[in-house]
């Protein structure tokens, strides 16, 4: 089986998710997810639910949180959040141009190619045989192309945009796989280290994404 881009909803269980949400200081506009979660999450694995996936079909659109709203009693704005939170889980995919670092030509090669985003690249190369592949098909040198390939890698990570991802790629951290051999601690001293100012984000949201690392596949491209 290929590795997936995102972790696998069906094996994050609603265990897990509650647990998430329970114990993880979360953003301000998202605190009212703590609100009755155990009765909430009880109703849900009373329906028979057991993974995100679940809970991601039974909420993924206006009408159907409308619908279940009122079959449930629970307020469609907690819902509504709670939808948000979790599709949080599953980052959208990088345009390739907003990586830092490589030229537009390089760039324009691989969307001739029908290859636009960070997904598109992750999936086309999750190997090492496959980037020598593209090199041939692409013209672009592999030491580029490998570069692109571990940033597309790194913002599978949740909370890992394309700066962050860069600042991680030039202080040696080339791949998921290399970062979650590092503490968030590491990370912090490392992200400071490379700025020169002090983190905006603490070890309790590096450590929440690097548990949500641990669901990926992380050990296929290199």
């Known amino acids: 089986m290929r590795p997936s881009y995102h972790i696998d909803p069906c094996k994050y269980s609603l265990d897990k998710l509650k647990e998430d949400l329970k114990y993880r200081k979360l953003i301000p506009s998202r605190k009212s997810l703590k609100i009755g979660l155990d009765d909430k999450f009880s ?3 009373s329906l028979g639910w057991t993974n995100i996936q679940d809970l991601r079909n039974a909420i993924k659109n206006k009408k159907l949180i409308e619908t279940f709203s009122v079959d449930s009693g629970i307020d469609i704005d907690y819902l509504i959040l709670l939808r948000r939170e979790v599709n949080s889980y599953f980052p959208n995919p990088v345009a390739l141009g907003n990586f830092s670092g490589i030229s537009p030509g390089n760039i324009k090669k691989l969307t001739d190619l029908g290859i636009k985003n960070s997904k598109h690249l992750f999936e ?6 496959n980037i020598h592949l593209l090199v ?11 570069e692109l390939v571990g940033l597309s890698d790194l913002v ?4 890992v945009g394309p700066a962050f991802a860069r600042l991680l790629f030039d202080a040696g951290i080339h791949s998921i796989s290399d970062l979650q051999t590092n503490t968030a601690e590491q990370i912090i001293i490392l992200y400071e280290e490379q700025t020169g100012k002090k983190a905006d984000f603490s070890e309790s949201d590096i450590q929440f994404s690097l548990d949500i690392i641990r669901v990926l596949d992380f050990d296929k491209t290199g």
Do not use: H, W
């Open 43 to 45: 109703l849900f694995e």
């Open 124 to 129: 086309k190369c999750i190997n090492k045989k």
């Open 136 to 146: 041939r098909e692409s013209g672009i040198p592999f030491k580029t192309l490998a």
């Open 156 to 159: 599978r990570a949740y909370g």
